[in-house]
């Protein structure tokens, strides 16, 4: 069974079956099809189990039908991904076709839009931007690096403490 770190201190890091993490902070499962959400059950027993090839057509498979959606019905479970990956610690391993198809466009959305956490999260995603310069390219250039993305998440939401932290970890250092 496939395991996810969570910190619940400071110092403790506790390991939880990603079942019972999922319910601790849900995605939005609602906002997917029944056959999407099928296939990212399969997608996620194979990210436990498989070769790197299965785990690739299974997130593709997924990805294809999750596409024949509007953008509405899935962008809110995409973003809660992004969520629960860089604000609860979720060891879910966002592998490139799944940031590109899925969860940067719900957050390039969401930043586009100032919804509060999408600029926090595409901060906490830093890493899939500097390999990726088509999306780096879509956001505001004075944006586009983690720094610049922690301050429009302030910008989008003032009260945003998270944020606040994190930026003034990054700078502190």
Not at 42 to 49: N, S, V
Not at 70 to 92: K, Y
Request: proline share 8%; net charge positive; hydrophobic share 40%.
């Amino acid at each position: 069974m496939a395991q996810a770190c969570v910190r619940s201190s400071a110092y403790q890091r506790t390991e939880l079956p990603i079942s019972q993490l999922m319910r601790r902070y849900p995605p939005s499962v609602a906002m997917l099809t029944d056959l999407q959400r099928k296939l990212w059950e399969a997608y996620e027993a194979a990210e436990g189990r498989a070769p790197r090839a299965e785990k690739l057509r299974a997130l593709n498979e997924f990805l294809d039908a999750l596409v024949t959606s509007p953008p509405t019905e899935w962008f809110p479970w995409a973003r809660s991904i992004a969520e629960q990956v860089v604000d609860h610690g979720l060891n879910l391993v966002v592998r490139r076709p799944l940031f590109e198809r899925a969860v940067f466009p719900a957050l390039l959305a969401g930043y586009q839009g100032r919804l509060p956490g999408c600029a926090r999260w595409l901060a906490g995603l830093a890493d899939h931007l500097l390999r990726n310069p088509q999306c780096r390219e879509q956001l505001q250039p004075e944006d586009a690096t983690e720094l610049g993305l922690l301050w429009a998440a302030i910008r989008h939401d003032p009260a945003d403490r998270r944020s606040r932290l994190r930026l003034i970890d990054k700078v502190s250092r």
